[in-house]
């Protein structure tokens, strides 16, 4: 009888935890009539004159192998993109790859950064990979808790305190999934100051950067003096032209990071998917009134969901960035883990713990607006429901 926890990376079988997202939709796919706000996926289809460029590029017969790097077409829109949109310019030959999805961005470029034993940190609530990709880079996560009486920003004093004579990368995750905040160009050049002078790099997940409400649109801190050098941009098509399923992200940065990305990138994938790239080309050229489209949609499911908490009575934090809510559920009195379960059960809606971000996020949870308003306001309902049971 083989045994496996000899075979197994202990890394991997051990120190790994499975994400905390997935139970819950586990639970509500056996369940008929559930209500979710769980997925973060836009609701829209892929619009057509971008499908329609990847259905004429297979109708053409485009369907070898690109370069590694990708089409170079395809990166001389990013960076007209990342001009336009950011004021940041980039070499389309040599500071630029394409990737599958904005996920191998993040994962290529933390192993091309960190070494074992090197400290990386991480705000949390944020994204629930970038804890566990560290780990099997060999690095040690160092955690900042941010607060929501900070509306869940990094300040430089915070960052200050982290940094080790160890620290090798800052994971800079704004507009920010689970909770929607951003951090302003006065922040950002806050962390600039703090960075200057040391051999710290930035890995920006910028995959919501079109997806900010108000009057001040994202900025990159790529654009602030100092920090492109040091700047890793990660970005993407899934959430900004509804293009996830497509899986197609990049990543822009100096040549000396981009060539050791593209080294991981050549042997573990060769390239991304040829369609999507000729898609993803149409969407740069031409995509920008979708986006305004349905961020103006957002818009208005954003308003409707926070409203809808806050009348329930929960302490709930206007997010300006992404597509999601992050309620305090501290009236209930009950766990995050438990407030979902119990929810699910009880109502049939669901939602996502906060802790499932990092233990920072204990007490809240994550409710997505990737839905009509009809299904927000029929999940806010139930959850009213619920919340007078539990009382």
């Excluded at 997202?21 to 796919?29: E, T, V």
């Excluded at 100096?254 to 991981?264: E, F, R």
Aim: with cysteine; aromatic share 8%.
């Amino acid at each position: 009888m083989i045994d496996y926890s000899k075979i197994l990376s202990p890394v991997v079988s051990q120190d790994i935890k499975p994400s905390g997202i997935r139970k819950y939709f586990d639970i509500a796919n056996s369940m008929e009539g559930v209500i979710s706000l769980g997925v973060g996926e836009p609701d829209f289809p892929t619009p057509w004159h971008i499908k329609s460029a990847g259905i004429q590029s297979l109708e053409q017969s485009k369907t070898k192998y690109t370069a590694n790097s990708g089409l170079l077409e395809l990166r001389a829109e990013v960076c007209r993109f990342m001009k336009r949109k950011y004021g940041t310019e980039y070499d389309p030959k040599s500071e630029v790859l394409i990737t599958v999805g904005g996920s191998e961005g993040i994962d290529n470029a933390i192993r091309a950064v960190v070494s074992q034993g090197d400290e990386v940190i991480i705000p949390q609530p944020s994204f629930v990979c970038y804890e566990p990709l560290v780990r099997l880079a060999g690095g040690v996560p160092v955690i900042i808790d941010l607060k929501a009486e900070n509306e869940f920003r990094l300040t430089a004093e915070e960052l200050r305190e982290k940094i080790t004579d160890k620290t090798k990368l800052l994971v800079f995750p704004f507009p920010c999934n689970p909770t929607g905040a951003i951090m302003e160009k006065a922040d950002l050049e806050e962390i600039a100051e703090v960075l200057r002078g040391t051999n710290i790099c930035v890995l920006s997940d910028e995959i919501y950067s079109e997806l900010t409400y108000g009057e001040n649109s994202h900025v990159s801190i790529a654009s602030v003096d100092g920090m492109r050098e040091r700047t890793i941009v990660i970005n993407g098509f899934s959430k900004t032209y509804s293009m996830t399923g497509w899986r197609l992200g990049y990543v822009c940065a100096p040549a000396p990071i981009v060539s050791q990305i593209t080294k991981i990138h050549q042997f573990a994938i060769m390239s991304a998917p040829t369609t999507a790239q000729y898609a993803a080309i149409e969407a740069l050229k031409n995509g920008d009134s979708d986006i305004e489209r349905m961020k103006a949609e957002y818009d208005v499911r954003r308003r409707i969901m926070v409203n809808g908490f806050r009348k329930l009575g929960m302490d709930c934090f206007e997010p300006k960035g992404a597509f999601y809510t992050f309620p305090s559920i501290k009236i209930s009195g009950l766990s995050s883990d438990d407030f979902c379960e119990q929810l699910l059960y009880s109502q049939k809606v669901a939602v996502v713990p906060g802790n499932a971000f990092g233990a920072s996020g204990e007490g809240f949870i994550r409710a997505s607006y990737c839905y009509s308003t009809e299904h927000i306001k029929e999940a806010i309902d139930r959850i009213g429901k619920f919340l007078k049971e539990v009382k």
